[in-house]
């Protein structure tokens, strides 16, 4: 770590910040990140107070925070919030950190919607609750409801959902082993999906801190696409539709997959951003 300014203004305090990330090979936006999320101020407030000092308590907590980051535990996890279409959420090592390319699959389900009516919708494997929090903000009067095999995950949702005063029910399930009641209109899911054997190849933050259960899966990362692909029509409603994320290089295989196990179904694959192929609707 470099030398430390004795009492610096909140500019300086990033500006270190940003050289100890950079001399790590680490981004640097975390440095802002964390200023922002422990300072409870906004981009705007952060600019005004750019030439104050921080307070003491403030820069001793964004010292330690930057050190923490410095020594591989991601940014998320040392503020334990992080920002997914819109809102905040609360993120511990209990749940994945949810990522900007799966903002893009919650934009599919909505613009898919074709009207404003009720529709059950089920968030498989939802972790910190992200995605089903996202659906149900932008379109309340859906009934949506996510499940993790995770009781730890299933804390985290619960307090997310509590605090963002979102009505989404959250049961915890093995894929539908416990989830009962009529089918679903939609169901949506960012399945563990990353073979073992990639990670060799993964960075080390991800695989010390993030967890295992909600990263890796066998078959090459497919086992849940398969199950998936036997057991999901009975539980979506005629014409009902399934939306899926997977890793860039896996399209192809799920594709075939489903086209396979659901010969009458329609499956179309979608590229993110970037222009990989990252997710596919199934829709019966």
Known sequence: MTKLPQQPTYFEAQQWASFCLKTAKLPTDAARFLLLGLSKLDQTQLLVHYREQLPTAL???FK???ERVVAGEPAQYVLGRA???GLE?????AVLIPRVETEELVDWVLSDATNQSAKRLLDLGTGSGAIALALKHEQPTWQVTGSDISAEALSVARENAQRLQLDVDFQQSDLFAELSGQPYEVIVSNPPYIATSEKAVMDASVLNYEPQQALF???AGLAIYERLAEQVAAHLTTHGRLYLEFGYHQGVA???LFRTALPTATVTLRQDMAGHDRML????
């Open 59 to 61: 820069w001793q907590a």
């Open 64 to 66: 330690t925070a930057i």
């Open 83 to 85: 920002p997914f279409y």
């Open 89 to 93: 959420l609360t993120v511990t090592p």
């Open 217 to 219: 899966a066998a078959h």
């Open 254 to 256: 799920i594709q075939q």
């Open 281 to 284: 609707r199934v829709v019966l």
